[in-house]
């Protein structure tokens, strides 16, 4: 049993493997699916979250390495969303199939939170969306 803090939430995580994934906790244990699965080897970003305010790759980041920090999901950021990077992403339309939207959005929310605005946050956005919506991305990014 892992004790998890997930946007400002405690769970009771039922968990054997300490090396299990924090992704399948979130999504498999705690129903918290808007994190996605891609690639599993830190490649594709759309599994990413906030913990401790940094930007890590949910699929690699084992469960027991969580407890005692601070988890931000995507549905952490607003349920109505008022988050500024859910209004710009509104906005401009961004996303396609959407699958890769949720690990986009917390990563340009990272780097807001390490004090990127505007364009200096496209630097940091590594993520692969296979539908192409880097143009939208890069416009809605803009107005951050
Ligand atoms: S699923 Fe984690 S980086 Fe691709
Ligand atoms: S919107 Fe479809 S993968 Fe990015």
Not at 63 to 87: C, F
Not at 92 to 106: R, T
Request: net charge neutral; charged share 15%.
């Amino acid at each position: 049993m892992y004790t998890l803090n997930v946007n400002g939430v405690t769970y009771q995580a039922n968990v054997t493997d300490a090396e299990t994934p924090l992704l399948w906790v979130l999504r498999d244990v705690l129903g918290l699916t808007g994190t996605k699965y891609g690639c599993g080897i830190e490649v594709c970003g759309a599994c990413t979250v906030l913990i401790d305010g940094q930007v890590e790759h949910s699929c690699v980041f084992d469960v027991s390495s969580a407890v005692g920090k601070k988890i931000v999901t995507i549905e952490g950021l607003s349920a109505t969303n008022s988050h500024p990077v859910q209004k710009a992403w509104i906005q401009c339309q961004v996303p396609q199939c959407g699958y890769c939207q949720s690990g986009m959005i917390m990563a340009t929310e990272g780097a807001r939170r390490a004090g990127h605005h505007g364009n200096e946050i496209l630097p940091e956005l590594k993520n692969v969306c296979v539908c192409g919506t880097y143009e939208r991305i890069r416009r809605a990014v803009k107005t951050l």
